[in-house]
């Protein structure tokens, strides 16, 4: 239960801050009652996968890393109305792109702009990758 509520603390502080930052004015879980489905870009790891199911969601996760999309996979399997494709997208095909990997997030923003976007001072791996469009 312990884990459950750390998850549901950094899900409402995320919320948070994408009410701020788009302006937004209603919880962006609100807006999945009235969804057909779900395109979610930047997958990571599934963690919303759950969520998604609840409201009884088709969902195609994106995720541009490889270890990631391993864990992805595994953790939306349950749920047969979720696929995963393993994918950077972009506006041309096998166009390179660096690529910046931390612990709970991955972008191909420009790292300075990214830490400062997020107000962290993370570690973050650079790799690049081919674009899929």
């Given at each position: 239960?312990?884990?459950?509520?750390?998850l549901?603390?950094?899900?409402?502080?995320?919320?948070?801050?994408?009410?701020?930052?788009?302006?937004?004015?209603?919880?962006p879980?609100?807006?999945?009652?009235f969804?057909?489905?779900?395109?979610h870009?930047?997958a990571?790891?599934?963690?919303?996968?759950?969520?998604?199911?609840?409201?009884?969601?088709?969902?195609?996760?994106?995720?541009?890393?490889?270890e990631?999309f391993?864990?992805?996979?595994?953790?939306?399997?349950?749920?047969?109305?979720q696929?995963?494709?393993?994918?950077m997208?972009?506006?041309?095909?096998?166009?390179e792109?660096?690529?910046?990997?931390?612990?709970?997030?991955?972008?191909?923003?420009?790292?300075?702009?990214l830490?400062?976007?997020?107000?962290?001072?993370g570690?973050?791996?650079?790799?690049?990758?081919?674009?899929?469009?």
């Amino acid at each position: 239960m312990q884990i459950i509520n750390q998850l549901l603390i950094k899900c409402r502080i995320y919320v948070g801050f994408i009410l701020r930052k788009t302006g937004l004015k209603k919880d962006p879980f609100y807006y999945l009652r009235f969804s057909k489905g779900v395109i979610h870009i930047g997958a990571h790891k599934g963690q919303e996968a759950g969520l998604y199911a609840e409201y009884n969601l088709p969902v195609l996760w994106i995720e541009a890393v490889e270890e990631y999309f391993v864990e992805l996979r595994k953790n939306i399997q349950r749920f047969p109305n979720q696929i995963a494709i393993n994918a950077m997208l972009g506006s041309e095909d096998g166009k390179e792109q660096d690529f910046y990997i931390g612990d709970t997030l991955s972008s191909m923003y420009p790292i300075d702009r990214l830490k400062e976007l997020l107000n962290t001072d993370g570690e973050f791996t650079q790799r690049v990758l081919k674009s899929k469009n």
